[in-house]
């Protein structure tokens, strides 16, 4: 009986430590195939925003500049390829940014940052708007020779046309 005990304890051990292994594979496999999905996320977003409209209408003598979004960024881009980029990112300490302006700036970022579940920017109206508000307050602090645009979220990663700013007329919105 004392054998049969301990032969039960046994193959209950053995079963729970092999369905213990499986569990653990099981979440090991879902978080390497999650991994491989959000990679595979970001290099479609990459390969959409890399096929993006690049022409811009400024000459080499100009300053261009572009204010767009992405993850860990200024916000601010110089127009100028360089390699397999179409554009350079500038910091704002690069550009003596006032502490307010490039505060504001990385608000921005943020807020493209935080997506909804669905990878989504909550607001998108709301965020073109802000990132079309910065482009023309760095296009002020630049000076009118500079030349500014700025390139927005259209949603599902994809970017609208750029459009060049002009603080001399009202924003567009």
Known sequence: MHETKIELSLILSIVLGVAALWIGLT??????????????????????????????????????YRVMADYGSSGIWKIQSSGMFRH?????????????????FT???????????THEIENLERFNAVGIELARALKIFLGKDAYV????????DDLLDAVPIDVDSPPKQ
């Open 107 to 117: 608000q921005w970022i943020e807020m493209y940052e935080e997506r909804t579940p």
């Open 88 to 104: 350079l990112m500038v910091d704002h300490a690069l550009l003596k940014l006032p502490p307010e302006l490039s505060g504001r």
């Open 27 to 64: 979440v090991i496999a879902m978080r390497k195939k999650r991994k491989a999905n959000d990679e595979s996320a970001l290099l479609a977003r990459m390969a959409r925003r890399a096929r993006t409209r690049t022409q811009t209408n400024i000459s080499p003598a100009q300053s261009g």
């Open 149 to 156: 645009e700025y390139q927005g979220e259209q949603g599902s």
